[in-house]
């Protein structure tokens, strides 16, 4: 059975690429259970390093790894692997445009239970904003093994945004991955959603409402988050009249503040950006329900949609 | 056994590089004499002595490595760098100018010898310990040496890297303390006491050897100790004094980062022009 969880991947992915490459280690801040970089260190432990509950040392020290040649992923939750050691990730990985890997694992409102202390809503814009950084955002564990790959690929710091619960697969084993390129997963439509993560398949059940409506959507996922491919982005527009984007973040600074500086002065599309309000996270029982109470659900595209496409109406 | 030509080519550099610091900064301009002064001795006896290093070959895999975590003591690491060779003298007035080699702080990308972008305090141990692990997963050998300011103390990151080095028992780690007691703002007793020294780091896994921080033969002594201690790290605790050698600089934040008047510049230049007669050299 297919696995459906992008932690399972991201660990299992260390595993697989560190069997070909000696050159991978591995870091942890003691959540190595949760993000799964412990199957790393039950087959590599000499190149696995627990730092501790010390997420900023754990960024510089992958700096000092880089700087003998070796690949280091570090990983912890988003809101620490970002927010906590921001300063490290500027100063030790990114001003010097180091070879390091982040894991920001259970991002997003994924860690429904634990609040807004644990919720990440800010981790794309804190890493969108350095130069050098690349962003990932996958959206299911297929597609969470592919952007691992590709992080491979890049002489340079990336941060890889993982999900805490199963999401569906809405991507194929032989399907090629771009870094910068956004993927239809429904096309032809007369308005474009541009989603990343959780936020695409909510976005299919939202064209699906719509469909019943005579109101035809696209459904674009947006893999990477930065650098963006304008050209990728233009031509999912194509025959489109207007745009939404979706995300599970904050809206300032976040996925579609990313598309919309991309698209500034090549498009007019009249759009819509859906996502957390200038707010934090919070406890609830389950995932869904959380989703819901930001208006990250199939009803809020559907309403942001139907608005646009009246406006169309008689253009 | 260390030579009397070995120190007195110690005490040269340090001399130099205390003359180059002073240059550097000239009339008028603000930089970082007092933290620059204070490491001089330091950095003499790591790249003129201690350090397997090849200018030739600045990315040789197995070299040593040096990281200057008070990434604003750059000034001090610059001249050391030009004296060996790492790039052209010239560089040197083009500090901090727009486009130049040298930053106000160090950048790896840009500068030959450059180990890692210091400067947000505190985050050179943790790149260090870094370092350590990986040359020592390489196999090596490789010694990794880091300098600390006792101001810069106060930052939890050194902390945390202090209980990684001790955890990974990384022998290959040696870390000076600059203890010149002198934080940005005022003596470190009065803004934020980092003391007592010594037992935070043996507290913290470490093992401590104390030294005058401007005796080269004390400091050599001191590297050639770390290199027999197995299973843990070494802190040298260096005493120092902020701004030695130029006296009104001397044991005062004032010099942190200030900038000299023309008197007192010309008066620096013309007690460190003494020193050519002792050392019988020109620089």
């Known amino acids: 059975m297919q696995n459906l969880n992008q932690r399972k991947a991201y660990g299992e992915m260390l595993v697989k690429m560190g069997a070909e490459n000696e050159k991978i280690v591995v870091l942890e801040a003691d959540l190595g259970k949760s993000t799964m970089s412990i199957l790393f260190q039950d087959r590599y432990p000499q190149r696995y390093f627990e730092m501790g509950i010390a997420e900023a040392s754990m960024i510089s020290t992958a700096a000092g790894l880089a700087l003998t040649g070796k690949i280091p992923f570090a990983s912890s939750f988003a809101v620490f692997a970002t927010g906590r050691a921001y300063d490290q990730i500027r100063t030790s990985v990114c001003i010097p445009h180091l070879n390091v890997k982040i894991c920001g694992s259970s991002a997003g409102l994924s860690d429904f239970g634990d609040g807004s202390t644990h919720q990440s809503i800010d981790d794309i814009t804190l890493m969108r904003v350095l130069p050098n950084m690349n962003v990932f955002s996958p959206v299911d564990a297929l597609e969470t093994e592919k952007i691992m790959e590709a992080m491979m690929k890049i002489e340079g710091p990336c941060y890889l945004r993982v999900n805490r619960n199963d999401l569906p697969i809405l991507t194929e084993r032989g399907q090629p991955f771009a870094v910068g390129d956004v993927y239809p997963v429904k096309k032809d439509g007369d308005i474009t959603l541009f989603a990343t993560g959780v936020m695409v398949s909510v976005g299919l059940s939202a064209a699906a409402m719509l469909a019943e409506e005579g109101i035809s959507l696209s459904v674009f996922n947006v893999p990477t988050i930065k650098p963006l491919n304008v050209v990728s982005l233009l031509s999912a527009l194509e025959g489109s009249r207007a745009f939404v984007t979706a995300e599970e973040h904050s809206m300032t600074g976040g996925m579609g503040s990313a598309i919309l500086e991309a698209l500034s002065g090549h498009c007019t599309l009249p759009s819509k950006l859906l996502g957390i309000k200038d707010q934090f996270g919070t406890s609830a029982q389950g995932y869904r329900e959380l989703l819901d109470h930001y208006g990250l659900n199939a009803a809020a595209i559907a309403e942001a949609v139907r608005t646009l496409h009246e406006r169309g109406i008689g253009q | ?283």
Request: glycine content about 10%; proline content about 3%; hydrophobic content about 45%.
């Open chain 2, 1 to 283: 056994m260390i030579s009397n030509e070995q120190i007195l080519a110690m005490d040269l550099l340090a001399w130099k590089i205390r003359s180059r610091v002073i240059e550097m900064i000239g009339i008028g301009k603000i930089g970082h004499i007092g933290g620059s002064m204070s490491v001089a001795e330091i950095l003499a006896a790591l790249y003129g002595y201690k350090m397997r290093h090849d200018p030739k070959a600045p990315a040789c895999p197995t070299r040593d490595r040096f990281v200057m975590s008070k990434g604003h003591a750059a000034l001090a690491q610059y001249a050391a760098l030009a004296e060996f060779g790492y790039f052209p003298l010239s560089e040197l007035s083009k500090v901090k100018t727009l486009g130049a080699m040298l930053q106000g702080h160090p950048d790896l990308r840009l500068t030959p010898g450059i180990e890692a972008n210091t400067g947000s305090l505190g985050q050179g141990l943790s790149i260090a310990v870094g370092m350590a692990l990986g040359l020592r997963l390489d196999g090596y050998g490789s010694r990794i040496y880091c300098v600390v300011g006792d101001g810069e103390i106060a930052e939890g990151q050194i902390w945390e890297a202090a209980m990684a080095a001790s955890n990974f028992k990384l022998d290959n780690l040696v870390v000076f303390v600059d203890y010149n007691r002198i934080q940005a703002t005022d003596r470190v007793e009065k803004r934020f006491n980092s003391n007592p020294m010594a037992c935070k780091w043996e507290a913290f896994g470490w093992k401590v050897l104390e030294t005058d921080g401007h005796d080269a033969r004390q400091i050599c002594e001191a590297l050639d100790n770390a290199e027999q201690i197995k299973g843990v790290p070494t802190a040298i605790v260096a005493h120092t004094v902020k701004g030695k050698g130029i006296p009104f600089a001397e044991d005062t934040a004032a010099f942190h980062n200030g900038s000299m008047t023309e008197e007192q510049y010309n008066l620096a230049v013309r007690l460190l022009d003494a020193k050519k007669e002792a050392f019988a050299c020109d620089i």
